[in-house]
């Protein structure tokens, strides 16, 4: 505060100019949203028509028909199996990508470059698009279902286990290779066990996304609940449908339970 | 024995932080170096072991040329040299007898350390060695639940492990309260007699090293401006170590350069 201040009652935030520049950026972003809405195109009667429709589809589904329930659970079973499998691999084959991807265990630049595009080129493909990918390998069924959650989910795992590699204290590392250790024996002693806490936090979490994933990949024909529902919707089996939602919507909760059980366990 | 010959060391193009020092620690003695901030005394220790390339000189332990070892021959010099640290450098999530044994990772198969199945031998002499410096109680314990004078402890059993030739310290006190560090200074000093090793210590506190060690090598700038008996140790060395500015010191340099 200088001497001039004293005695002054009015304050602002902004100065005027900063103020002219918010509002600008207000009209511009209003701008924006106007021109999106403005350019899809939006039927809508069938928007307002959507409460009416939205009750009869209920109407058509209740009550839910259990009649293939034996079915449905097995084949809930096989996806529980896909997005398990799945992960496991996952997060096995991450493992060295994470050690090229990390800027400080990585052998060299190249090595780094590596890691960092199979991250980045796993991450950047959804899951459901490599699914249409490798049915078209592998045929439709469960492979084609697990190698896609696997493909999907190496990037998620190895990126935030680079990451947290990345974030260890150096010092022990320092310390072991003072005492003459090679290169892996200090990676096992000194970086495995602090990454260890982020490496089954990571992996309980992509169990459980993937556990949600691996019910849609039957649209795609990659195996899985997903293809029943599928069945369901185009035969107009509105009843079986309902049944399928309600066994998804029991399993994903089951798998918050497991997931949430297994982090108060391990972590 | 290990014998120091004009060791260079330079980061980057600016002033080297080690300029043409040379050092004989023979035998078995307790040499600490003191120094301010700055002064090169923790490059000088890293240079041993190589954990800091030197640019130029030559560094001999008991024979051996360790400034042009590489790989394997470099592995296999560095178990020789045992290291204790500022801030004990543990893996925290590994037990007291993991982090013991972790000296030994150098002599024993990938396998056995992985699997964490010791050779008896070691786990012995690891027992031994902990329960010399009273920490054996704790071997099943992780490292972080113990005090700051029980983790050097095992820094230093860590170093031991190794059957080294010649033991490295850089300040290994300074993380510690007085009367631990003091402990520690004095169980230095000890396993150094009982042993047979030499132990080349960086400190801060002067009084630990007149206290503890059979003499003191003064280091200013990237030289050694002073090596005696601590009692030869008097206010006008300390003077010479410690006073004036880094500024007053490098015009010096600048002034014998040209």
């Known amino acids: 505060m200088t001497l001039a201040d004293l005695g002054r009652d009015d304050w602002t935030r902004f100065t005027p100019r900063q103020r002219m520049t918010r509002y600008a950026a207000f009209a511009v972003i209003a701008l924006a949203i106007g021109w999106a809405l403005g350019s899809i195109e939006i039927i809508w009667a069938w928007v307002w028509d959507a409460p009416e429709q939205m009750g009869d589809l209920f109407g058509r589904m209740y009550p839910p028909d259990p009649t293939n329930l034996s079915t449905i659970l097995q084949v809930l079973w096989e996806t529980v199996n896909i997005a398990t499998i799945a992960t496991a691999f996952a997060v096995i084959l991450s493992l060295p990508v994470a050690y090229l991807a990390a800027q400080n265990t990585t052998p060299n630049h190249a090595t780094l470059w590596l890691g960092r595009f199979i991250l980045v080129s796993s991450r950047s493909i959804n899951t459901i698009i490599w699914a249409l990918l490798f049915v078209a390998i592998f045929g439709p069924g469960v492979i084609a279902g697990i190698v896609a959650i696997m493909f999907r989910s190496i990037g998620f795992v190895g990126k935030l286990l680079g990451e947290a590699i990345e974030e260890i204290d150096k010092r022990p590392v320092e310390a072991l290779e003072a005492t003459g250790a090679s290169r892996f024996k200090v990676i096992a002693y000194a970086i495995v066990p602090q990454v260890m806490p982020t490496f089954w936090a990571v992996s309980i979490l992509r169990w459980d996304i993937n556990l949600r994933e691996s019910t849609v990949l039957g649209l795609v024909g990659a195996g899985g609940i997903g293809l029943i529902l599928q069945g369901a919707i185009d035969t107009f089996n509105w009843r079986e449908a309902a049944t399928v939602l309600l066994a998804i919507l029991a399993l994903v909760i089951m798998g918050e339970i497991v997931s949430a059980w297994l982090r108060r366990r391990i972590l | ?258």
């Open chain 2, 1 to 258: 024995m290990l014998k120091i010959t004009d060791l260079v060391k330079r980061y980057g193009g600016g002033d080297p932080v080690l300029k043409d020092l040379s050092l004989e620690i023979p035998g078995e003695s307790v040499v600490s170096i003191i120094g301010s901030s700055g002064a090169g005394k923790s490059t000088l220790l890293r240079c041993i072991n190589k954990l800091v390339e030197p640019t130029s000189g030559s560094i001999v332990l008991n024979g051996t040329e360790l400034t042009r070892l590489r790989g394997r021959q470099l592995r296999e010099a560095r178990r020789k040299i045992g290291m204790v640290f500022q801030s004990f450098n543990l893996v925290d999530r590994l037990t007291v007898m993991e982090n013991v044994q972790s000296g030994r990772l150098g002599y024993i198969s990938t396998w056995a350390a992985i699997m964490r199945r010791y050779p008896r031998e070691d786990v012995r002499r690891a027992y031994e060695l902990m329960e010399r410096v009273g920490i054996a109680h704790y071997a099943n314990k992780r490292a972080d639940e113990l005090s700051g004078g029980e983790r050097q402890r095992v820094g230093v059993v860590r170093a031991l492990m190794q059957k080294p030739e010649i033991l490295l310290a850089d300040e290994p006190t300074a993380s510690l309260d007085p009367k631990t560090s003091e402990q520690i200074m004095g169980l230095l000093r000890d396993l150094s007699r009982e042993l047979r090793l030499p132990v080349l210590i960086n400190i801060h506190n002067v009084h630990e090293a007149r206290e503890y060690t059979d003499r003191i090598v003064g280091m200013r700038y990237g030289r050694i401006i002073f090596d005696d008996l601590p009692a030869a140790l008097d206010e006008e060395a300390m003077e010479r170590i410690y006073s004036g500015s880094p500024a007053a010191d490098r015009a010096g340099d600048m002034r014998q350069a040209s």
